[in-house]
């Protein structure tokens, strides 16, 4: 079973760090690129990061360039998002996705079961 | 960047109706859009992906179509499971991928 399984969320300050990790299992992990999506309770889906496969080459959403580094080592199957400098505004369910994909198209699948990540004062 | 008009933001229906949602694109997207269903506290899970073509295990009552800007879900013959939030995403003109804001399918 192709699966993908987040750790690493919780409570902080504003201007605190956290450091998300995602396990994929089932599936070549090295031959995917992977995001994260996070949510806020209630409201939208909002793309937040991608790294390609080979660890390289990443790109951010505008609201989190420059204090969110997405990382992956395919050698244990991970996939990491460090959060520097949190805001309120980042509190939300964060999500792993894979980016699969055809000669016809990318899509995500499958998502993570989410990690809740809270920033208040 | 890509903009992604999804509508309605919610409906109501009853068991065994059909049910259409739309999400618009600013430009022209080809057929680089797919569909997702999420229940209440769950992620989401696939439904349709390259516009059209339906993933593994996704009941065919769900379909997609659609090409460049214009896109639709439709539902034929609603079932209990199926009362959750649909949203689209585009994945042709990336970075930033965007996702339509969300439709809500409540029980009329």
């Known amino acids: 079973e192709v699966q993908l399984v987040e750790s690493g969320g919780g409570e902080v300050q504003p201007g605190e760090s956290l450091r998300l990790s995602c396990v994929g299992s089932?599936?070549?992990?090295?031959?995917?690129?992977m995001h994260w999506v996070r949510q806020v309770p209630g409201k939208g889906l909002v793309w937040v990061s991608r790294?390609?496969?080979?660890?390289?080459?990443?790109s951010y959403a505008d609201s989190v360039k420059g204090r969110f580094t997405v990382s992956r080592d395919n050698a244990k199957n991970a996939l990491y998002l460090q959060m520097n400098n949190l805001r309120v505004e980042d509190t939300a369910i964060y999500y792993c996705?894979?980016?699969?994909?055809?000669?016809?198209?990318?899509?995500?699948?499958?998502w993570g079961q989410g990690i809740a990540v809270t920033v208040s004062p | 960047d890509v903009q992604l008009t999804q509508s309605p933001s919610s409906l109501a229906a009853s068991i065994g109706d059909t049910v259409t949602i739309t999400c618009r694109a600013s430009?022209?997207?080809?057929?680089?859009l797919s569909w997702y269903q999420q229940r209440p506290g769950r992620a989401p899970k696939l439904l349709i992906y390259s516009a059209s073509a339906l993933h593994s295990g996704v009941p065919s009552r769900f379909s997609g179509s659609g090409s460049e800007t214009d896109f639709t879900l439709t539902i034929s013959s609603l079932q209990p499971e199926d009362f959750a939030s649909y949203f689209c995403v585009q994945s042709y003109d990336t970075p930033p991928y965007s996702f339509g804001q969300g439709t809500k399918v409540e029980i009329k």
């Open positions: 430009q022209n997207i080809k057929n680089y």
């Open positions: 790294i390609f496969r080979d660890e390289k080459g990443a």
């Open positions: 996705v894979r980016e699969d994909y055809s000669n016809s198209g990318f899509w995500f699948d499958p």
């Open positions: 089932g599936f070549t992990f090295n031959s995917y690129w």
